[in-house]
């Protein structure tokens, strides 16, 4: 499946915000962001009108990058968003928000979502002590999410910085054990990204 392996810098940029996606690095000021915080290329212009179908696009790859999908996962998930009862907008968020290598992240057994996708893939991520390799693996409330190999140092390294990117209180996180358990699901409330669902919802409904 394709996957985009350019800058992760550059899809910073090009939506004006920070997605989190160089993990320790867009903590401090090496990040992109602080330096050069406007799109790239050589000729971009940055005032011009922008249309309704280009604010939901923008608001829709945002979202795409943030949680590091391409475009027929991101897509796929919409639909089993629209076919659960409920705010489909909500819904979508919350059936990101519960992938494994998203869980992974929130845990703080990875710095950032491409890392977390990477100990999944590489099967040193546990759920129910049943290891797991997909990283579009949706968790339910009470899963227990562990890390198989307690000595990896990039899991190590992670859960050092974990008190500044912070756990959510829909989960616990065992530090000692490397390992969290899923206590309920989120609200909208719970999820603070900056991404306007409803643009979303109306881009895919066109």
């Keep these: 499946m394709s996957r985009y392996v350019g800058p992760s810098c550059k899809l910073c940029r090009r939506e004006g915000i920070k997605l ?21 290329g050589q000729h971009v212009d940055t005032k011009g009108k922008v249309m309704e179908y ?3 696009l923008r608001e829709k790859q945002r979202a795409r990058r943030i949680y590091g999908l391409s475009e ?3 897509r796929r998930f919409f639909v089993m968003a629209e076919r659960k009862d409920g ?6 968020l919350i059936l ?39 990283a ?16 990896l140092p990039a899991v190590v390294n ?25 206590k309920l699901f989120p609200t909208r409330d719970d999820i603070s990204l900056p991404i306007k669902e409803q643009l979303i919802v109306e881009y895919y409904s066109r």
């Design 20 to 40: 989190f996606l160089k993990g320790e690095r867009c903590y401090t000021e090496k990040c992109a962001i602080e330096k050069r915080n406007y799109p790239p």
């Design 54 to 56: 280009g604010m939901r």
């Design 158 to 182: 992670a859960l050092e910085s974990v008190v500044r990117r912070g756990v959510p209180s829909w989960i616990d996180l065992d530090k000692e054990n490397m390992k969290g358990t899923i």
């Design 96 to 134: 990101l928000e519960r992938r494994i290598d998203n869980m992974v992240f929130r845990l703080g057994f990875a710095t950032s979502r491409s890392e977390a996708r990477q100990l999944v893939s590489h099967k040193h991520i546990a759920v129910n002590s049943r290891t797991v390799s997909s």
């Design 136 to 151: 579009s693996y949706i968790v339910k409330v009470g899963d227990v999410i562990e890390v198989r190999h307690k000595d």
């Design 72 to 74: 027929k996962q991101f």
């Design 87 to 92: 705010i489909t907008g909500t819904n979508f």
